[in-house]
C-alpha cells in the first residue's frame, strides 16, 4: 500500500469514526436493575464550549423535540479551572449505572485531545426530590472516559435511580488547552442499534429472573407512538434456543397499540430481540435506537419491556444522467436517489458494482459515496478514443438496497495525422522495422514526474564540504516490486518542459505555446550503473549548468509501475573503468550519453520530495531492496499505461492507427510493418479535438537500440508540429550493445589442481554417453578436482552470443551434504562476486570485456567424505532466463596407513602352509565399505596370481534410510592386490599414492601372513574395520575357503587377524598302492602278498589287514570271508613303507578277490584258486608237449619268466617241484 493511499484510507477512517461516535451518542447510559421501569431516555443535542481569546465559554443549545431541556448556562472557561459542559433534563427518569463520556466528538468539536483536559465531574439528580442523587470524579485520560456508578452508595442493585438530570463539567488543562480548542460534549442516552430485522437491535434487551415469571412487553417509536405489527422471539441467553417466536405487537389485544402478550417463563436468563418482518437490514449502527433495561422479576410479577424504534428510511426510485463527450475529455455521471415515499434520499451508500463496454472506459474517482441533501452523487468517466460502458451503481440505505445504469459515450473528436523518420542516431542511416505509436500528452503527464533538487540541502544533509562538491548529481529509478534497475528505454527523462501549477501540478496549455523549457538543467543518459550488490542497471546525470545549486528534470516511466529513486553524488560503480579521471567527466551540452561517470558516493534512497517536488534529503546507502523490506517512503505511483502494448489495444478499440508497428493491423486491416526501408512512419486517424489541436508524444523504439521520444501538436487538418517547429523532425535511435537473452550451462569435465590447460580436461562426453545437463556427472569432491563449467549467453532470439550477467548457483538437493565451491577462475570471462550461505552462489561476466558470450567457469571441490548431489542454477542478471545442470559430488576418503597380521590355521590350531589371504573387507562407520570378492566365486582357488582375479567394489549409502550401494568397481588379479593403489576410484583420495598390500601366501611352516600397509581412514578417532579371508591352495582340501578373521585398526597402528579354515590337517591319510600276490593257488598253499602304504595326513598309525572275499559278493566282510592282519604301521605325513603278509590259501575253488585295506583306502587284485594240489595251473602252463612231466628246457622256461618279474616266486617252485619229480 502507498503512502498517500494509507493516508486516505486513515482519513476516511477518522471520518467515519466522527459520524458513527455522533449519530451512536458519546454520552452513554447503561440502565441496570431497579424497582422502576424505565420509559426509555431520548438524547440531548450536542452542546458547545469553545476556549476563544477572551476566555468566554458561548453555549449553543438545539433540544430535541418531545425530550426535555438543557439548562447549561453561559459561563467563563478558565485553563485550569472546572466548567460546566452539559446541563440535561430528561422529561421521563429512569436508572443510570454508568456514564460514558467523549468531549471530541461532536460536530463542532475541534484540536481536542485527552491531555486538553485533567478530569471530568458527572452529577446525577433525582426526580423525586430534584435533590443531589449522585457525583463522580474521573481523570479524563481517554476521549472516551466512563463515569462508574454501580458501586455507588446511592446505588440499588448496581444503578442509581429515578434519574431525570445529568451535569458533566470538566476541567481543562492549563497548559496544554489552547485558542481555537472547542470543546463539544456531545451525548447520548441511546444505544447504537442493528440487526438483522427491518427494525432491529444491536444490544438485544436481557431479562434475568430467579423464579417464575411473567414476561411482556411493548415497542414504541423514538416520538413515543406505539409500533405495530412488529415480530418478537424471546432466545434462552444461555443456549442460544429460540424459546418463543412471532409473538406480534399488537396481536393479542388490539386495545393495547405496541404491547406484545405477557409469557410464563422458569427461572433463567432470556433474551427479547426483534424478529425479522420480511425487511433485509444487515447491522445498519444508529439506524435504529433501542433503550436496554435489565430487570430482575419476583415469581408472580409482571414486568413491562419497552423498546424504543427510530425507522429506517427504504431504497425508492433511482435515476442516473448519464454523458456523451469527446474523446479525452471528462464526462459527469450523475445518480439521484430517493425513498419509498419519493422523497429525496439524503445519507444513502452508493457504490460502482460492474461495467459493460470498452475497456478503454475509465471511472476516475471510484469509490463509495454518499447522498447529499438533493439524493444525489456524482462520478466522473473518461476515454481517450471513441468507446463506450455502462455502469452499474448500488445504492443501500435502510438495509434495503436497489441498482441503476448509467452510460458514457465518448465520440471522435477531429482527425489528424503524424509522419516522420526514424535514424541510426551514429551512422544517421534509416532504421528499418522500428516501433512507432503516439500516446496523449494528458495521459503522458500522468506518468510524469517532475523533480528538483537542491544539490546544497543534499550536500548540506550528508556533511560534504569544500571542494568535495560537485554540480552533478546521479540519478537512477528502481523498481518497487522487485529492487530491480530500470532501463532507461523504460522512461522518458528530459530537463523541465511543462508549465506547472504551484501544488507542483502538471498542466499542459493546449496549442503551440503549450511547452516553457527552462535552459538551466542538462539531463544526459548513462550507459551502465551497477547495483553494488545486485543487477546492472541504467541511469542518468543531471547537471546544474548554471551554477544556482538547483536541478530540475521529469522522468516519465512508460509502464504503470510504482518505482523509487535513488541519487548519488559520484555513481559508484557506473563503470567497470574504476580508475578514469574525474576530469573526463565533463558533460559539455552535445553530449547524448555518458558511458563511464567517476565512481564514488553511495546511492542513497530519496526519501522527502515536497509539495514542488523539490528532494530536500536522502537516506544513508541504499540496500537496492523493493518497497516493503525497506525504509523507502518517495515511492512513485505511474498510473497511465504507455506501453505499446496498450496503445495497440486502445487502437483497435477506437479505429485510429495510434500505432506504426511489425505485426499491427491498422484500421483498414493492413499490417503497418513499422518503419519502412527509408525509415519513414505514419500515424493517422488521431483525435484532434478538431481545430484546437491535442498535445501527443510519440515514442520509437528497435531492440538493439535506445528509446526515443518526441513531443507532437496535431490539429484536425493533419498539420504535425514538434516543439515550436512545424517541419517533420527524425527520431535518433542510438545502437545498444546486444542484450543477452538466453542462457546455458553445461557440465564440461573435470582438470587437475594445476595451471589451466584444455588439454588436461578430461571431458564427461568422452567418457559418458548421456552428459545431458538431468544426468548426475560425477566429480571427486578431494579439495583438488576442478570442475569445468560452461556457460554460454545468447541474444533472445539465440542468433548472436553475447556478454552478460550470470549467476551460477550449486543448491545441493533436500537431505544433501552442504557444498562449498571455491572459484579459482574464469576463462574467457570475469568473476564479479561470491555469495550465499556456503558461498554457493557465483556471479561471473561471459564477456572479458569483449561480447564473446561463453566463459569457463573454473571451481574447486571442497574436501569432504560425503557426497552431494548438487543442482547448478545459471540465471541471467537482466533477463528471467535460466538453465540447469545436475552433478554429483563425490565424498571423498583420505586413506592413511596401518598393517594386519596373522596365522592361518585349521580347527585345532595347526599352522597351514599352503594358504592365499586378502582383505576380503574393510569399512568405517554406516555409510562406507569395500569389498574384494573372487570372480569367479568364494571357492575359485587363487594359485596363479598373474590370471585368479577379484572384483574390488566401492559401496556408498548415497542416501538416507536405504543400504549401501555400490559406486564403483574394478577387476584386478591377485598379484595386483599386492600393490593396489586405488587410482582408479573417484570416491578414494589416496593422498600419497600409496601402494596397500591387499593379498598375501602362507609360504612359511607357521602359516603366518602380513598386509602392510592396508588403508586406515585418515581420522585417529576412527576405526577401520577388516574381514581377512583365506583359501588352501594344495592337496588335501584344496579350495577349502577360510572363516573370516576379524581386525580393526587405526591410522599407523597394527592389529591381528588370525584366519582359520574348517578342516584337521592332523587327521592320517593311509593309502594303499602296489598290489603284489600270486594270480593263482591250491587250498592250503602259503602266499605272500605285498603292497605299498602311504600317509598323505598327519602323523599317525593305523592296522593294515589283508582280506578275501570267500562268498564272491563283494563284501569282504561276512563271516566266511578271509581276514588276516598285516600288522599295524607307523606313518609320518608323506611317508611310504612297503607292507607283506603270509596267507594260507582257504580250502576254496574258483576265481577270488583280495587284497590289503588301511582305514581308508585298498588295493585289490583276484587270485584263481583249485583242489590239484596247486601246481596244475602253472605246471600245466610250462608243460609244452603236454607229457605229464617238466623237462630242463620247460624249467628253464619258467626261471626266465621268474626273472622277468612275470612268475612268481611260489610259482617257480611249484615248476621246480614237478622237474625234480619229472627227473
Known amino acids: 500500500m502507498t503512502t498517500e493511499t494509507r493516508k486516505k484510507i486513515k482519513s476516511l477512517f477518522l471520518s467515519w469514526l466522527m459520524v458513527m461516535s455522533v449519530t451512536a451518542g458519546v454520552a452513554a447510559f447503561s440502565g441496570g436493575a431497579g424497582a422502576a421501569p424505565s420509559d426509555g431516555l431520548s438524547a440531548a443535542d450536542p452542546v458547545a464550549s469553545s476556549v476563544d481569546d477572551g476566555g468566554v465559554t458561548a453555549a449553543s443549545l438545539s433540544p430535541p423535540s418531545g425530550v426535555g431541556s438543557d439548562d447549561t448556562p453561559s459561563d467563563t472557561v478558565v485553563p485550569g479551572e472546572r466548567t460546566t459542559v452539559a446541563d440535561v433534563t430528561f422529561s421521563t427518569s429512569g436508572n443510570v449505572s454508568s456514564v460514558s463520556v467523549n468531549l471530541a466528538a461532536g460536530t463542532e468539536a475541534a484540536n481536542i485531545t485527552a491531555d486538553d483536559v485533567d478530569n471530568v465531574n458527572v452529577t446525577l439528580f433525582s426526580d423525586t426530590s430534584g435533590e443531589l442523587a449522585s457525583s463522580g470524579d474521573v481523570s479524563y485520560d481517554a476521549l472516551v472516559t466512563t463515569v462508574d456508578f454501580s458501586n455507588d452508595s446511592a446505588a440499588v442493585a448496581g444503578n442509581v435511580t429515578g434519574v431525570d438530570r445529568v451535569v458533566i463539567r470538566a476541567e481543562t488543562n492549563e497548559f496544554n488547552a489552547e485558542n481555537g480548542d472547542v470543546i463539544d460534549a456531545a451525548f447520548n442516552t441511546t444505544d447504537a442499534a442493528g440487526d438483522d430485522a427491518s427494525f432491529s437491535t444491536a444490544e438485544n434487551q436481557t431479562i434475568e429472573t430467579d423464579t417464575d415469571a411473567r414476561l411482556r412487553g411493548e415497542v414504541v417509536w423514538q416520538n413515543g407512538s406505539p409500533a405495530d405489527n412488529v415480530t418478537i422471539q424471546i432466545v434462552d441467553t444461555d443456549t442460544g434456543n429460540v424459546l418463543i417466536d412471532d409473538i406480534v405487537t399488537n396481536g393479542f389485544d388490539t386495545n393495547q397499540p405496541g404491547v406484545w402478550s405477557p409469557q410464563t417463563r422458569s427461572p433463567g436468563n432470556y433474551t427479547v430481540e426483534l424478529d425479522d418482518t420480511g425487511g433485509t437490514v444487515s447491522g445498519l449502527l444508529g439506524s435504529v435506537q433501542v433503550f436496554s433495561t435489565r430487570v430482575e422479576l419476583e415469581r408472580g410479577e409482571t414486568e413491562k419491556i419497552e423498546t424504543v424504534l427510530d425507522p429506517l428510511e427504504q431504497v425508492g426510485p433511482l435515476e442516473c444522467e448519464g454523458v456523451v463527450a469527446f474523446a479525452g475529455e471528462e464526462g459527469t455521471l450523475t445518480i439521484t436517489?430517493?425513498?419509498?415515499?419519493?422523497?429525496?434520499?439524503?445519507?444513502?451508500?452508493?457504490?460502482?458494482?460492474?461495467?459493460?463496454?470498452?475497456?478503454?472506459?475509465?471511472?476516475?474517482?471510484?469509490?463509495?459515496?454518499?447522498?447529499?441533501?438533493?439524493?444525489?452523487?456524482?462520478?466522473?468517466?473518461?476515454?481517450?478514443?471513441?468507446?463506450?460502458?455502462?455502469?452499474?451503481?448500488?445504492?443501500?440505505?435502510?438495509?434495503?438496497?436497489?441498482?441503476?445504469?448509467?452510460?458514457?459515450?465518448?465520440?471522435?473528436?477531429?482527425?489528424?495525422?503524424?509522419?516522420?523518420?526514424?535514424?541510426?542516431?551514429?551512422?544517421?542511416?534509416?532504421?528499418?522495422?522500428?516501433?512507432?505509436?503516439?500516446?496523449?500528452?494528458?495521459?503522458?503527464?500522468?506518468?510524469?514526474?517532475?523533480?528538483?533538487?537542491?544539490?546544497?540541502?543534499?550536500?548540506?544533509?550528508?556533511?560534504?564540504?569544500?571542494?568535495?562538491?560537485?554540480?552533478?548529481?546521479?540519478?537512477?529509478?528502481?523498481?518497487?516490486?522487485?529492487?530491480?534497475?530500470?532501463?532507461?528505454?523504460?522512461?522518458?527523462?528530459?530537463?523541465?518542459?511543462?508549465?506547472?501549477?504551484?501544488?507542483?501540478?502538471?498542466?499542459?496549455?493546449?496549442?503551440?505555446?503549450?511547452?516553457?523549457?527552462?535552459?538551466?538543467?542538462?539531463?544526459?543518459?548513462?550507459?551502465?550503473?551497477?547495483?553494488?550488490?545486485?543487477?546492472?542497471?541504467?541511469?542518468?546525470?543531471?547537471?546544474?549548468?548554471?551554477?544556482?545549486?538547483?536541478?530540475?528534470?521529469?522522468?516519465?516511466?512508460?509502464?504503470?509501475?510504482?518505482?523509487?529513486?535513488?541519487?548519488?553524488?559520484?555513481?559508484?560503480?557506473?563503470?567497470?573503468?574504476?580508475?578514469?579521471?574525474?576530469?573526463?567527466?565533463?558533460?559539455?551540452?552535445?553530449?547524448?550519453?555518458?558511458?563511464?561517470?567517476?565512481?564514488?558516493?553511495?546511492?542513497?534512497?530519496?526519501?522527502?520530495?515536497?509539495?514542488?517536488?523539490?528532494?530536500?534529503?536522502?537516506?544513508?546507502?541504499?540496500?537496492?531492496?523493493?518497497?516493503?523490506?525497506?525504509?523507502?517512503?518517495?515511492?512513485?505511483?505511474?498510473?497511465?499505461?504507455?506501453?505499446?502494448?496498450?496503445?495497440?489495444?486502445?487502437?483497435?478499440?477506437?479505429?485510429?492507427?495510434?500505432?506504426?508497428?511489425?505485426?499491427?493491423?491498422?484500421?483498414?486491416?493492413?499490417?503497418?510493418?513499422?518503419?519502412?526501408?527509408?525509415?519513414?512512419?505514419?500515424?493517422?486517424?488521431?483525435?484532434?479535438?478538431?481545430?484546437?489541436?491535442?498535445?501527443?508524444?510519440?515514442?520509437?523504439?528497435?531492440?538493439?537500440?535506445?528509446?526515443?521520444?518526441?513531443?507532437?501538436?496535431?490539429?484536425?487538418?493533419?498539420?504535425?508540429?514538434?516543439?515550436?517547429?512545424?517541419?517533420?523532425?527524425?527520431?535518433?535511435?542510438?545502437?545498444?550493445?546486444?542484450?543477452?537473452?538466453?542462457?546455458?550451462?553445461?557440465?564440461?569435465?573435470?582438470?587437475?589442481?594445476?595451471?589451466?590447460?584444455?588439454?588436461?580436461?578430461?571431458?564427461?562426453?568422452?567418457?559418458?554417453?548421456?552428459?545431458?545437463?538431468?544426468?548426475?556427472?560425477?566429480?571427486?569432491?578431494?579439495?583438488?578436482?576442478?570442475?569445468?563449467?560452461?556457460?554460454?549467453?545468447?541474444?533472445?532470439?539465440?542468433?548472436?552470443?553475447?556478454?552478460?550477467?550470470?549467476?551460477?548457483?550449486?543448491?545441493?538437493?533436500?537431505?544433501?551434504?552442504?557444498?562449498?565451491?571455491?572459484?579459482?577462475?574464469?576463462?574467457?570471462?570475469?568473476?564479479?562476486?561470491?555469495?550465499?550461505?556456503?558461498?554457493?552462489?557465483?556471479?561471473?561476466?561471459?564477456?572479458?570485456?569483449?561480447?564473446?558470450?561463453?566463459?569457463?567457469?573454473?571451481?574447486?571441490?571442497?574436501?569432504?567424505?560425503?557426497?552431494?548431489?548438487?543442482?547448478?542454477?545459471?540465471?541471467?542478471?537482466?533477463?528471467?532466463?535460466?538453465?540447469?545442470?545436475?552433478?554429483?559430488?563425490?565424498?571423498?576418503?583420505?586413506?592413511?596407513?596401518?598393517?594386519?597380521?596373522?596365522?592361518?590355521?585349521?580347527?585345532?590350531?595347526?599352522?597351514?602352509?599352503?594358504?592365499?589371504?586378502?582383505?576380503?573387507?574393510?569399512?568405517?562407520?554406516?555409510?562406507?565399505?569395500?569389498?574384494?570378492?573372487?570372480?569367479?566365486?568364494?571357492?575359485?582357488?587363487?594359485?596363479?596370481?598373474?590370471?585368479?582375479?577379484?572384483?574390488?567394489?566401492?559401496?556408498?549409502?548415497?542416501?538416507?534410510?536405504?543400504?549401501?550401494?555400490?559406486?564403483?568397481s574394478a577387476i584386478v588379479t591377485a598379484g595386483g592386490l599386492r600393490s593396489f593403489t586405488f587410482s582408479q576410484f573417484d570416491s578414494i583420495d589416496n593422498v600419497n599414492n600409496t601402494q596397500f598390500r591387499l593379498y598375501d601366501r602362507t609360504e612359511d611352516t607357521q602359516g603366518s601372513y602380513t598386509l602392510d600397509p592396508v588403508p586406515a581412514v585418515n581420522n585417529s578417532f576412527v576405526e577401520t574395520d577388516y574381514r581377512i579371508r583365506g583359501i588352501k591352495l594344495d592337496e588335501p582340501n584344496k579350495d577349502e575357503v577360510s572363516n573370516d578373521g576379524l581386525a580393526s585398526v587405526f591410522p599407523l597402528t597394527t592389529d591381528d587377524a588370525n584366519v582359520v579354515i574348517p578342516i584337521n590337517i592332523t587327521q592320517s591319510n593311509f593309502e594303499v598302492s602296489n598290489l603284489s600276490a600270486p594270480s593263482a593257488a591250491s587250498p592250503g598253499d602259503n602266499i605272500t602278498v605285498t603292497a605299498d602304504v602311504t600317509n598323505t595326513g598327519g602323523l599317525d598309525s593305523q592296522e593294515v589287514v589283508f582280506r578275501l572275499d570267500a562268498n564272491q559278493n563283494g563284501d569282504f566282510t561276512d563271516s566266511a570271508d578271509v581276514e588276516l592282519s598285516a600288522g599295524t604301521v607307523q606313518l609320518d605325513n608323506g611317508e611310504t613303507k612297503q607292507v607283506s603278509v603270509e596267507v594260507t590259501v582257504p580250502d576254496v575253488n574258483g576265481t577270488f578277490e583280495h587284497g590289503l585295506f588301511s582305514e581308508d583306502t585298498a588295493a585289490t587284485d583276484t587270485i584263481e584258486i583249485s583242489s590239484d594240489g596247486g601246481n596244475g595251473t602253472v605246471v600245466e602252463q610250462y608243460d609244452a608237449n603236454d607229457d605229464g612231466d617238466i623237462s630242463t628246457d620247460e624249467l628253464n622256461a619258467a626261471i626266465q619268466d621268474w626273472g622277468a618279474g612275470d612268475l612268481e616266486t611260489d610259482e617257480l617252485n611249484q615248476v621246480i617241484q614237478a622237474w625234480a619229480a619229472s627227473s
Request: aromatic share 8%; charged share 25%.
Open 337 to 968: 436517489a430517493e425513498n419509498e415515499e419519493n422523497s429525496l434520499l439524503q445519507g444513502a451508500s452508493v457504490q460502482a458494482v460492474g461495467k459493460d463496454g470498452s475497456e478503454a472506459v475509465t471511472l476516475l474517482n471510484n469509490v463509495t459515496k454518499t447522498t447529499d441533501a438533493n439524493g444525489q452523487v456524482t462520478y466522473n468517466a473518461t476515454a481517450n478514443i471513441t468507446a463506450s460502458a455502462t455502469f452499474t451503481f448500488e445504492v443501500s440505505s435502510g438495509g434495503d438496497t436497489g441498482t441503476v445504469e448509467c452510460s458514457a459515450v465518448f465520440v471522435q473528436n477531429g482527425e489528424g495525422q503524424i509522419t516522420g523518420d526514424v535514424r541510426d542516431e551514429a551512422t544517421t542511416d534509416p532504421i528499418e522495422d522500428a516501433r512507432v505509436w503516439a500516446v496523449l500528452a494528458s495521459s503522458y503527464v500522468q506518468n510524469e514526474r517532475y523533480t528538483r533538487i537542491n544539490l546544497s540541502a543534499v550536500y548540506d544533509n550528508l556533511g560534504v564540504t569544500g571542494d568535495n562538491r560537485d554540480d552533478v548529481v546521479w540519478i537512477r529509478l528502481v523498481d518497487s516490486d522487485t529492487g530491480e534497475i530500470v532501463d532507461n528505454d523504460d522512461y522518458d527523462v528530459r530537463n523541465e518542459e511543462f508549465n506547472r501549477t504551484n501544488d507542483g501540478n502538471t498542466s499542459v496549455t493546449a496549442g503551440e505555446g503549450g511547452f516553457n523549457p527552462e535552459n538551466d538543467t542538462g539531463v544526459r543518459l548513462v550507459e551502465d550503473f551497477n547495483v553494488t550488490n545486485a543487477s546492472e542497471g541504467e541511469g542518468f546525470a543531471v547537471v546544474d549548468l548554471d551554477g544556482d545549486g538547483l536541478v530540475a528534470f521529469n522522468h516519465t516511466r512508460i509502464a504503470p509501475e510504482d518505482y523509487y529513486v535513488q541519487i548519488s553524488l559520484d555513481a559508484p560503480n557506473a563503470s567497470r573503468n574504476d580508475g578514469v579521471d574525474r576530469q573526463k567527466q565533463q558533460l559539455p551540452e552535445d553530449d547524448d550519453q555518458v558511458t563511464q561517470p567517476w565512481p564514488g558516493d553511495e546511492w542513497r534512497n530519496v526519501t522527502s520530495v515536497d509539495a514542488n517536488g523539490t528532494v530536500t534529503s536522502s537516506t544513508a546507502a541504499a540496500t537496492s531492496s523493493p518497497v516493503g523490506s525497506g525504509s523507502i517512503v518517495a515511492e512513485f505511483e505511474p498510473p497511465a499505461n504507455l506501453t505499446m502494448a496498450q496503445t495497440a489495444r486502445l487502437a483497435d478499440l477506437a479505429d485510429s492507427n495510434l500505432v506504426d508497428a511489425p505485426g499491427f493491423e491498422n484500421s483498414w486491416g493492413e499490417n503497418t510493418a513499422g518503419t519502412d526501408v527509408n525509415g519513414d512512419f505514419e500515424l493517422s486517424k488521431l483525435f484532434t479535438n478538431f481545430q484546437d489541436g491535442r498535445a501527443y508524444v510519440v515514442i520509437a523504439e528497435k531492440a538493439g537500440y535506445s528509446t526515443d521520444f518526441h513531443d507532437a501538436f496535431v490539429r484536425e487538418d493533419g498539420t504535425l508540429r514538434l516543439g515550436d517547429s512545424e517541419e517533420v523532425e527524425s527520431f535518433n535511435l542510438l545502437p545498444e550493445p546486444p542484450e543477452p537473452g538466453q542462457v546455458n550451462i553445461t557440465q564440461v569435465g573435470t582438470h587437475p589442481d594445476a595451471a589451466f590447460n584444455e588439454s588436461l580436461v578430461t571431458r564427461f562426453d568422452e567418457v559418458n554417453e548421456n552428459p545431458g545437463d538431468d544426468i548426475f556427472q560425477r566429480i571427486p569432491r578431494d579439495g583438488r578436482t576442478i570442475d569445468v563449467i560452461q556457460v554460454t549467453t545468447k541474444t533472445e532470439d539465440g542468433s548472436l552470443e553475447v556478454g552478460g550477467n550470470v549467476t551460477v548457483t550449486f543448491d545441493e538437493y533436500p537431505g544433501e551434504d552442504p557444498f562449498s565451491p571455491t572459484v579459482v577462475g574464469v576463462v574467457n570471462g570475469t568473476f564479479e562476486s561470491q555469495t550465499g550461505p556456503s558461498g554457493n552462489s557465483i556471479k561471473i561476466n561471459t564477456g572479458d570485456g569483449v561480447e564473446n558470450g561463453t566463459a569457463l567457469l573454473l571451481v574447486q571441490t571442497d574436501l569432504d567424505s560425503e557426497s552431494s548431489r548438487v543442482n547448478k542454477t545459471a540465471e541471467l542478471e537482466a533477463d528471467p532466463s535460466r538453465d540447469h545442470s545436475n552433478a554429483t559430488f563425490v565424498g571423498v576418503i583420505q586413506f592413511r596407513e596401518a598393517s594386519i597380521s596373522g596365522k592361518v590355521t585349521d580347527t585345532d590350531d595347526d599352522r597351514i602352509e599352503d594358504a592365499a589371504v586378502w582383505a576380503n573387507q574393510f569399512s568405517f562407520g554406516p555409510n562406507f565399505a569395500v569389498r574384494i570378492r573372487p570372480t569367479a566365486g568364494d571357492n575359485a582357488d587363487a594359485v596363479d596370481e598373474d590370471s585368479d582375479t577379484f572384483n574390488v567394489t566401492i559401496y556408498r549409502d548415497v542416501d538416507a534410510d536405504i543400504d549401501l550401494e555400490p559406486q564403483e
